[in-house]
């Protein structure tokens, strides 16, 4: 099998990393959510992006009960981007660091009852 292409014991599809090259960051765009950052994640993302991490909390996460959450940028009324999807390059700014949430779609426990909704997202779904 392909490097490219990824299964996960469980779901019945395979994903097409591929594919992310073409599409248009459906999964980093579109209505708003959360995107959850676990605390312990925090400084390797600051780090990353070479700013201490009080930093960091302040400028691109807000509180959502007690979790922390990454905050979106609005960019017509009703849709939202992460702040660091870059929509000219077409690309995560801080992808190798990037939350658990993102390293994990499209396997999420969500669409095991959900694939065609994840299917009209994704164009990488087999």
């Known amino acids: 099998m392909s490097d490219r292409l990824i299964t996960k014991e469980g779901f019945c599809y395979t ?3 591929k594919a992310c090259e073409e599409c248009m960051g459906n999964c980093c765009t579109g ?3 959360h995107i959850w950052v676990s605390v312990q ?3 390797q993302m ?3 992006l ?7 909390i302040e400028k691109y996460l807000e509180k959502s009960g007690y979790r922390y959450t990454i905050k979106e940028k609005v ?3 009703g849709e939202f981007d992460c702040t660091f999807f870059d929509r000219e ?3 995560c700014t801080i992808y190798p660091v990037r939350p658990l949430q993102c390293r994990t779609f499209p396997f999420w426990d969500y ?3 959900n694939e065609e909704e994840l299917r009209n997202e994704c164009p990488g779904i087999l």
């Open 89 to 91: 390059a077409n690309r």
């Open 75 to 77: 960019v017509v009324e």
């Open 15 to 17: 994903f097409d990393s």
């Open 50 to 56: 070479g700013i201490e991490s009080d930093e960091f």
């Open 31 to 33: 209505e708003s959510g």
């Open 111 to 113: 669409y095991k009852d």
């Open 41 to 43: 994640k925090i400084p």
């Open 46 to 48: 600051a780090a990353y």
